[in-house]
């Protein structure tokens, strides 16, 4: 089906799992009607519901996923990766004939191995998988705000069976969010996302553990006089426990071939450190400021 002014681009979309990213989806479709014409929410949580409706972002809610998903265009998973394939296999039997079903999972091999099995009797949905590269470290319906994906980058990762007409409409729909587009294989994003997301949060993780750890009276001065280098690994290190756990577990092939590979650099900063090599220390701290000024020239900082 081809949007036109008249028609939105879906009659009925579903968000499961209104956290971050669904609560979000809401937000920019409430106000662009474009998009679809009623939006329905679902969480297995009843306060989550809850606060759905109080908040309003939703047309309706419906805690029961399986009741949710009847007569949807397109149905959205917006839930940890480690439960997509639980809750795929919950509601595709449910979902109508010609239906799209897509997911916002940050690792995409483990997801799309966990979907498939769902899908193998309902080859009339087209499955299109898909990951916005937006967040920030907060959770939870209240922290969505429509303007989350606007000029960063959605992964789509189609499969070679995934008809273009889905391929298309999800592809609208992120545009409308203000998104920009890039396809690529399971495999490629996997080890993209390991060293651009997965490994700076098993660092920032990491490290205010190590902060945690030292002795009481250094940990009170750490907290204490943080400076900005710090903060920001507090920042990141105060995302959803559950989230990323599932990332770690889902993703740990390529994630610990990055961390291979930067605690080989990290040893190799170290050495140059206690030789007091300042050629690699000036190359690799101009390394940093060059990629950092790329991020603000692309928008993405």
């Known amino acids: 089906m081809t949007a036109t002014p008249s028609a939105p681009l879906f009659d009925r979309l579903v968000i499961i799992g209104p956290g971050l990213i669904g609560s979000s989806i809401l937000r920019r479709a409430m106000l662009d009607r474009s998009i679809a014409r009623e939006l329905v929410a679902s969480d297995i949580n009843p306060q989550v519901c809850e606060r759905v409706r109080e908040l309003g972002i939703a047309d309706r809610v419906v805690q029961d996923a399986k009741e949710a998903v009847r007569d949807a265009d397109c149905v959205i998973l917006c839930v940890p990766v480690g439960v997509i394939g639980t809750v795929a296999a919950q509601v595709a039997p449910a979902m109508k004939h010609g239906a799209i079903l897509s997911e916002v999972g940050s690792t995409k091999v483990s997801v799309i191995n966990a979907v498939l099995p769902a899908l193998a009797s309902r080859p009339d949905i087209a499955f299109v998988p898909a990951h916005p590269m937006a967040g920030t470290e907060y959770s939870g319906p209240d922290a969505g705000f429509p303007s989350l994906f606007e000029n960063r980058w959605c992964l789509l990762l189609p499969l070679e069976n995934t008809p273009k007409d889905a391929v298309a409409r999800i592809s609208a729909m992120w545009e409308a969010m203000g998104a920009r587009l890039r396809t690529m294989t399971p495999e490629h994003h996997d080890r993209v996302c390991a060293i651009v997301s997965h490994l700076p949060h098993l660092l920032a993780f990491t490290i205010c553990g190590t902060a945690d750890d030292l002795a009481d009276e250094t940990r009170s001065e750490v907290l204490d006089f943080a400076a900005s280098g710090f903060r920001d690994f507090t920042r990141i290190a105060a995302s959803d426990p559950t989230m990323w756990r599932d990332i770690f577990l889902n993703n740990r092939e390529a994630l610990l071939e990055m961390l291979d590979r930067f605690m080989a650099d ?19 701290i101009t390394r940093g400021r060059a990629i950092r000024r790329t991020l603000i020239e692309n928008h993405q900082a």
Do not use: E, K, N
């Open 266 to 284: 990290a040893q190799a900063m170290a050495d140059a450190i206690r030789r007091g090599d300042d050629t690699i220390i000036v190359d690799r």
